[in-house]
């Protein structure tokens, strides 16, 4: 496997994030535009990859293989990373085969795609799931759903440093709190690791709570020696993962308009959407500082534009 430079991560830009219900409320917000480090492979994707790529390359592997669904933001910047980089990808993807924009991409990438049912997808966590696989494919490595695990939270340590190289240019010399969207929680859990208490990391779940993230950020955590941890979990599925409404909508519709800032409805405009409830509801002080992470995943919006 080619590895990228270690110095290939571009500078994400930290902006002060401008809306009038956060002015209302006497809430300073900083957004960490993960969605502008790189046209293909942004958001924290590349963060969650960068240590699962080092273990591949000491397992002398020559590839990648990995699971995500149709419109999968880890599976869309692994491949374009294969195709960059001249690594092979394989994708397990949930339900049955369709077309998407993302899957074209995955395609045009040379990832090799094969699709699980929804049956099949659901057993990834059962034991033995990955024998077969491994036995098809040898000469690859195995990274989680989501590019997960302990290696994918430890690389987002790096967005914490990133973010507060920047608190200067903000005029700020400090920050209370975190704030992003969870899908499989590696990136919260990544950020509780780096902070070590210091300050608090609130998770907006973009899945239902039956889907795990509190155990996958625990075992995590657990794997990593850290104690009690300073997080918090809110349900900001709006119903279940990939639902969508009016509201929501709206609400990205009138957000993006006030401030430019681009936003899909899967994860970043959910979790704003959850943020402004939790402002009006006075969980936040006036003065409260926060970072905001835009996880990028905007190529997966095209669907929704398209109507697909």
């Known amino acids: 496997m080619l590895l990228p430079?270690?110095?290939?991560?571009?500078?994400?830009?930290?902006?002060?994030?401008?809306?009038?219900?956060?002015?209302?409320?006497?809430?300073?917000?900083?957004?960490?535009?993960?969605?502008?480090?790189?046209?293909?492979?942004?958001g924290n994707k590349w963060f969650k990859l960068t240590e699962h790529l080092e273990a591949a390359e000491r397992a002398g592997a020559e590839g990648i293989i990995s699971l995500g669904g149709a419109h999968s933001n880890h599976l869309h910047a692994l491949a374009a990373a294969g195709k960059r980089l001249g690594f092979a990808t394989v994708g397990l993807l949930r339900g049955h085969a369709q077309q998407t924009p993302t899957v074209d991409d995955l395609q045009a990438f040379g990832m090799q795609l094969h699709w699980l049912g929804y049956g099949g997808y659901r057993a990834r966590h059962e034991p033995g799931f990955w024998q077969p696989w491994q036995a098809q494919y040898p000469q690859l490595y195995a990274v989680p759903e989501?590019?997960?695990?302990?290696?994918?939270?430890?690389?987002?340590?790096?967005?914490?440093t990133q973010a507060q190289a920047q608190l200067a240019a903000l005029g700020w010399s400090d920050y209370h709190a975190w704030w992003l969207a969870c899908g499989t929680g590696t990136t919260l859990a990544g950020l509780v690791l780096a902070e070590a208490g210091a300050r608090h990391v609130y998770g907006a779940?973009?899945?239902?709570?039956?889907?795990?993230?509190?155990?996958?950020?625990?075992?995590?955590?657990?794997?990593?020696?850290?104690?009690?941890a300073d997080y918090t979990l809110i349900d900001a599925s709006r119903g279940g993962f990939a639902k969508v409404d009016p509201a929501l909508?709206?609400?990205i519709e009138q957000t993006e308009q006030a401030c430019g800032v681009p936003l899909e409805p899967l994860y970043t405009g959910k979790a704003l959407l959850a943020l402004k409830q939790q402002v009006e509801a006075g969980r936040f002080a006036s003065g409260t500082r926060l970072l905001f992470v835009h996880s990028g995943g905007l190529q997966g919006r095209r669907a929704m534009l398209a109507g697909r």
Do not use: K, T
């Open 146 to 160: 989501g590019g997960g695990g302990l290696a994918g939270a430890r690389g987002c340590a790096a967005i914490r």
């Open 205 to 228: 779940l973009a899945v239902p709570e039956d889907h795990g993230v509190a155990a996958q950020v625990e075992s995590i955590l657990q794997q990593a020696g850290q104690g009690s």
């Open 5 to 42: 430079p270690a110095n290939w991560l571009p500078q994400a830009p930290l902006e002060h994030l401008c809306l009038d219900w956060l002015s209302a409320a006497g809430i300073e917000v900083a957004i960490l535009r993960l969605d502008r480090i790189d046209p293909l492979i942004s």
């Open 249 to 251: 909508l709206r609400f």
